[in-house]
Structure formats: structure tokens, C-alpha cells
């Protein structure tokens, strides 16, 4: 019988943010805006949700273009080109078709010939999903360069008769390349948590094979978004809230060292109630809902993006990220920057 040595293997390695991007569109639809598609006002708006406008996607403009414009700045950040890319990965709920992936479509228009590429959802988490993903191919050596995305044009799901949801959501994509860093802590730990017993407190009913499209599908509207709005805040707020200090706790750090945190910009309410309820500081908390509204997977990339170049951020601060979405899912990173 042959044996065969023990294979050694390399070290895992760090993992580091080498360069961020996000796009939103041009288009900026306000709450006056609104005023005139349903019964709303902006008061009732803003003092809800704290959401003044969202951007809304060009007619023809795909998650896909949204996708490759943030990818565009994030790889001018980071100072490579697409050919340095071993992975892309898309988080998305409003991908541009069922398949191909998003993210072999991103690869396509981006050039970046020799990337794995494929999309995942997480919905609202997705992006904090992929990091983790993206991660752990760099150290474990299997790849060198990762982009990750988290792109959506929610408009496009989006049921503009309900006052209730309608508000909420915008379109944008937020990228961020990965690399080891050499001296660099990176990524320091990452916690994700799913709940799916609760799925049907957010979700997208028909399309898929559980309910197909028909026209009785479209006729029933049951094509766009529904949500329990009220419970979805109840749990929002209790699973970042934990997520994020089972992170600080995995790193041995208080609240008080993190630099910036950059949660899902779900609304200014939950966004408020879990600064108070991890003992952060108004400073510490990263805002951009009131200009983008809900971006779903896009939401912390585009924030953490804003962050970085608003000099909130600084070269070896800690940064905190903490997502929440449909499925239930949710999400904390902790990072060197």
C-alpha cells in the first residue's frame, strides 16, 4: 500500500480592503416626489424613516452597469486593473436576469477574463456575506485578488402604489478589492447569523420555481417586494445589535476603539436604536439614508465608500460593519482599515 507525506500548506493570511467604489445614479427622487405617486407626505417620510431622496436607475441602466461603475472606482482606489482579478462575487436580489449570474456579466463588461465569478443573496446582508466569502479564498492562498459588489436596482421590485415600502429603497452599488496586505490586521473576524423561519416577513413572492410567473402572478402583484415592517424592525435592531458585539467580543475590543461603524442604512430608526444599544456615540455612527434611502447589498458599500474618502476613515482605524436583511439574515465585520 503506497503512502504519501503529509502535504504541508502555506499559512492563512490577512485579508485587507485595498481600494473601495460606489455609484448611485443620477436621478434623485424625493419625498415631494412621492407626494405626488401615493398618499404621503415628506413629514410622514422623514419623521418614519428619516429618508429625505433615493436614487433611481436610468431606463435601460441594469444592476449590472451599476455594478461595473463602483467596480471602476474601486479599482482606480486600489490602483490595479481587471486583468488582476482571481474572483468576482455579486451580492444581489435584483440581478439582471435569473442567469447567467450578474457577476459573469460584470466580469464580461469589466474584462477581467480570468475571474470565478458568481453571484450570491443575502439580501440587505449580501455584501457583509461576500467579504466573508472573498476572505477566505485569499487566505487560504486559492486566490490573490478579490472584487466583491453589492449592487441592486430596487426600483425595479419595488410596488410604487405602497406607501408603506415604496419610500424606502433606492438604487446604487457599493465594491471593495481585496488583497493581503503585508503588515496589515485586515479582516479581523466576521459573525453571520440566518433565521429561516421568518422569511416571510420580507420577501419577493413570484418568479421563482415555488411561483412561477404567470399572468395571474403579475395581476396579484405579487412581483414586488412585501414586508412585515414592524417585525422587521424588532428584529433587525436585536440581531445587529448581537452580531456586533459577538464580533467586538471575538476581537477583545470595547465599543469605545472602534473608529467608525458602518450599519445597513435600513432606516434612521434602527439605525438609532443600535447606536444606543451598543453605547456608541452619534460620531461613531456612519449616516447616508437620508440622501440613498435602502440600497439593500448595497447599502454598507456604498457607506463604507463615503467614509473612506470623507477622511472618516483613516489608514489603521477599526472599523465595525453591521448588515440585516430578508431571509432573516444578518452580519458584523470587524476590520483594520
Same mark, same amino acid.
Given at each position: 500500500m503506497l503512502t504519501h507525506p503529509l502535504v504541508q500548506r502555506p499559512p492563512l493570511? !490577512?485579508?485587507?480592503?485595498? $481600494?473601495? $467604489?460606489?455609484?448611485? *445614479?443620477?436621478?434623485?427622487?424625493t419625498n415631494a416626489d412621492l407626494e405626488r405617486l401615493v398618499e404621503t407626505t415628506d413629514e410622514w417620510i422623514t419623521s418614519r424613516t428619516g429618508i429625505r431622496e433615493r436614487r433611481i436607475a436610468a431606463? $435601460?441602466?441594469?444592476?449590472?452597469?451599476?455594478?461595473?461603475?463602483?467596480?471602476? &472606482?474601486?479599482? =482606480?482606489?486600489?490602483g490595479i486593473s481587471s486583468e488582476a482579478f482571481d474572483l468576482i462575487i455579486v451580492a444581489t436580489i435584483t *440581478?439582471?436576469?435569473l442567469f447567467p449570474s450578474t457577476a459573469c456579466l460584470v466580469q464580461q463588461k469589466?474584462?477581467?477574463? &480570468?475571474?470565478? #465569478?458568481?453571484d450570491i443573496e443575502a439580501a440587505c446582508s449580501g455584501f457583509v456575506y461576500a467579504l466573508e466569502i472573498a476572505a477566505q479564498f485569499i487566505q487560504s492562498h486559492s486566490f490573490q485578488t478579490a472584487l466583491v459588489i453589492g449592487a441592486e436596482k430596487m426600483s425595479s421590485v419595488i410596488d410604487w402604489a405602497d406607501r408603506n415600502t415604496c419610500v424606502l429603497f433606492g438604487d446604487g452599488a457599493g465594491a471593495a478589492v481585496l488583497q493581503?496586505? *503585508?503588515?496589515? @490586521?485586515?479582516?479581523? !473576524?466576521?459573525?453571520l447569523g440566518s433565521d429561516g423561519t421568518k422569511a416571510s416577513l420580507l420577501e419577493l413572492p413570484a418568479g421563482g420555481s415555488a411561483c412561477p410567473s404567470t399572468a395571474e402572478s403579475v395581476?396579484?402583484?405579487l412581483h414586488f417586494l412585501r414586508m412585515d415592517g414592524k417585525e422587521i424592525f424588532r428584529n433587525a435592531v436585536t440581531a445587529m445589535v448581537s452580531a #456586533?458585539?459577538?464580533?467586538?467580543?471575538?476581537? $477583545?475590543?470595547? %465599543?469605545?476603539?472602534?473608529?467608525? %461603524?458602518? *450599519?445597513?442604512?435600513?432606516?434612521?430608526?434602527i439605525l438609532t436604536a443600535v447606536g444606543e444599544r451598543l453605547g456608541a456615540t452619534s460620531g461613531q455612527v456612519f449616516v447616508n439614508v437620508d440622501r440613498y434611502g435602502n440600497t439593500s447589498a #448595497?447599502?454598507?458599500?456604498? #457607506?463604507?465608500?463615503?467614509?473612506?474618502?470623507?477622511?472618516?476613515? @483613516?489608514?489603521?482605524?477599526?472599523?465595525?460593519?453591521?448588515?440585516?436583511?430578508?431571509?432573516? !439574515?444578518?452580519?458584523? !465585520?470587524?476590520? =483594520?482599515?
Open positions: 493570511r !490577512t485579508v485587507s480592503i485595498i $481600494g473601495s $467604489g460606489s455609484y448611485v *445614479p443620477a436621478r434623485v427622487l431606463d $435601460g441602466e441594469a444592476t449590472s452597469d451599476m455594478a461595473v461603475s463602483a467596480a471602476g &472606482r474601486a479599482m =482606480e482606489s486600489a *440581478p439582471d436576469m469589466l474584462g477581467a477574463n &480570468r475571474a470565478v #465569478a458568481f493581503h496586505r *503585508p503588515g496589515s @490586521q485586515g479582516l479581523l !473576524t466576521t459573525c395581476a396579484g402583484r #456586533a458585539n459577538e464580533a467586538l467580543s471575538r476581537c $477583545g475590543i470595547g %465599543i469605545e476603539q472602534i473608529r467608525c %461603524i458602518i *450599519p445597513h442604512q435600513a432606516n434612521q430608526r #448595497a447599502s454598507v458599500g456604498i #457607506a463604507l465608500d463615503e467614509a473612506v474618502r470623507s477622511g472618516r476613515i @483613516q489608514r489603521g482605524d477599526l472599523v465595525l460593519v453591521v448588515v440585516f436583511g430578508a431571509g432573516l !439574515t444578518w452580519g458584523a !465585520t470587524v476590520l =483594520e482599515w
